[in-house]
């Protein structure tokens, strides 16, 4: 999360004064005001959520000091080889989002295919999610709370202003609390590998409305050191803490694959998951792509190794084995 720089500080007389203020400020999120019984945190209800309410921290912003992009425009540009994107393709369709746009907003409130989708990043985890954005043949638009858990993008859909953390793609709180939403495949690779495999794509423009630097990484400092800005449940070093993976989960199994040990790797591989025999594909970067039998295209969850051990602890980790002898 970054400041929102358009908020202007509070002016306070005193360093004992400042901290009063924020002290009633805190009671006021987190108890409610009195006379009122529901837990709240930037004007979200967090009385019943999944998850432990006292886990969820303000990021920064308040919500929506983040903007999402609702009404995105696409051209035929072209990036710098090494440009970071997400790659969508479905239903005959390609697009590719800029993560450098990503940065600044986070969501993308779009169709793909005539699908209502939301195409999700969290530049804290490195995660990318593309929500199917659809409940009982209504679409669903989401905005980005300001709240975080595990340090991961909490975002809102605006119909019922239900959380969702984003690697769970879950309601967490609201009416909608329980409910998940499908996700489709992407890749989280570079501009390159994205265009020489679909050269009719269009790309997000950044024309988005919004006055950004798009140029400028705000996350760039941040992604070099291998620490954390806020808190997380679960901690692993089986792997540095800002290393690359993707992971999947079939039938309760989970595993990551780490993209350094898949950069150098003939594909296809092969594994077995959750009883169930895939293939994977890997780009020149490492991102894989898994299949089943049938030869479809299974939704996986790249990203930092700290965000997936975070939320499923009880992961393996991918490793090559060896071929016998």
Same mark, same amino acid.
């Given at each position: 999360?970054?400041?929102?720089?358009?908020?202007?500080?509070?002016?306070?007389?005193?360093?004992?004064?400042? =901290?009063?203020?924020?002290?009633?400020?805190?009671?006021?999120?987190?108890?409610?005001?009195?006379?009122?019984?529901?837990?709240?945190?930037?004007?979200?209800?967090?009385?019943?959520?999944?998850?432990?309410?006292?886990?969820?921290?303000?990021?920064?912003?308040?919500?929506?000091?983040?903007?999402?992009?609702?009404?995105?425009?696409?051209?035929?540009?072209?990036?710098?080889?090494?440009?970071?994107?997400?790659?969508?393709?479905?239903?005959?369709?390609?697009?590719?989002?800029?993560?450098?746009?990503?940065?600044?907003?986070?969501?993308?409130?779009?169709?793909?295919?005539?699908?209502?989708?939301?195409?999700?990043? =969290?530049?804290? =985890?490195?995660?990318?999610?593309?929500?199917?954005?659809?409940?009982?043949?209504?679409?669903? &638009?989401?905005?980005?709370?300001?709240?975080?858990?595990?340090?991961?993008?909490?975002?809102?859909?605006?119909?019922?202003?239900?959380?969702?953390?984003?690697?769970?793609?879950?309601?967490?709180?609201?009416?909608?609390?329980?409910?998940?939403?499908? $996700?489709?495949?992407?890749?989280? $690779?570079?501009?390159?590998?994205?265009?020489?495999?679909?050269?009719?794509?269009?790309?997000?423009?950044?024309? &988005?409305?919004?006055?950004?630097?798009?140029?400028?990484?705000?996350?760039?400092?941040?992604?070099?050191?291998?620490?954390?800005?806020?808190?997380?449940?679960? @901690?692993?070093?089986?792997?540095?803490?800002?290393?690359?993976?993707?992971?999947?989960?079939?039938?309760?199994?989970?595993?990551?694959?780490?993209?350094?040990?898949?950069?150098? @790797?003939?594909?296809?591989?092969?594994?077995?998951?959750?009883?169930?025999?895939?293939?994977?594909?890997?780009?020149?970067?490492?991102?894989?792509?898994?299949?089943?039998?049938?030869?479809? @295209?299974?939704? *996986?969850?790249?990203?930092?190794?700290?965000?997936?051990? *975070?939320?499923?602890?009880?992961?393996?980790?991918?490793?090559?084995?060896?071929?016998?002898?």
């Amino acid at each position: 999360m970054m400041p929102n720089t358009s908020a202007r500080p509070p002016r306070f007389t005193t360093p004992l004064g400042t =901290c009063l203020r924020w002290l009633l400020i805190l009671g006021l999120l987190l108890w409610g005001i009195p006379g009122q019984t529901q837990t709240r945190l930037n004007g979200f209800n967090l009385d019943d959520a999944l998850i432990p309410a006292a886990e969820l921290l303000p990021g920064g912003p308040p919500r929506d000091g983040i903007p999402a992009i609702d009404n995105p425009g696409f051209i035929d540009a072209i990036l710098a080889p090494r440009d970071e994107v997400i790659g969508l393709a479905y239903q005959g369709e390609t697009k590719a989002y800029p993560v450098a746009i990503l940065n600044w907003h986070e969501v993308v409130n779009d169709y793909i295919g005539g699908q209502a989708v939301a195409i999700t990043y =969290c530049p804290l =985890c490195a995660t990318a999610v593309v929500l199917v954005a659809e409940h009982q043949s209504q679409p669903l &638009t989401f905005g980005v709370s300001g709240l975080l858990y595990n340090s991961n993008l909490l975002l809102y859909d605006r119909q019922s202003e239900s959380l969702w953390p984003q690697v769970l793609a879950q309601a967490v709180t609201g009416p909608m609390k329980g409910l998940v939403l499908p $996700t489709l495949p992407l890749s989280l $690779t570079s501009w390159q590998e994205w265009r020489e495999a679909h050269p009719d794509t269009k790309v997000l423009s950044a024309d &988005t409305g919004y006055f950004r630097n798009y140029e400028r990484d705000p996350y760039r400092e941040y992604a070099r050191r291998n620490a954390l800005m806020f808190p997380i449940r679960n @901690q692993s070093r089986a792997l540095p803490l800002k290393e690359m993976v993707t992971g999947l989960v079939i039938n309760g199994e989970a595993r990551a694959y780490p993209h350094r040990a898949l950069r150098n @790797q003939t594909s296809p591989l092969y594994d077995t998951l959750g009883g169930e025999r895939i293939r994977i594909e890997t780009d020149t970067n490492g991102q894989p792509r898994f299949f089943n039998d049938k030869g479809k @295209q299974l939704s *996986a969850q790249p990203g930092y190794w700290f965000a997936w051990y *975070a939320f499923y602890p009880n992961t393996q980790v991918w490793e090559i084995v060896p071929p016998a002898r």
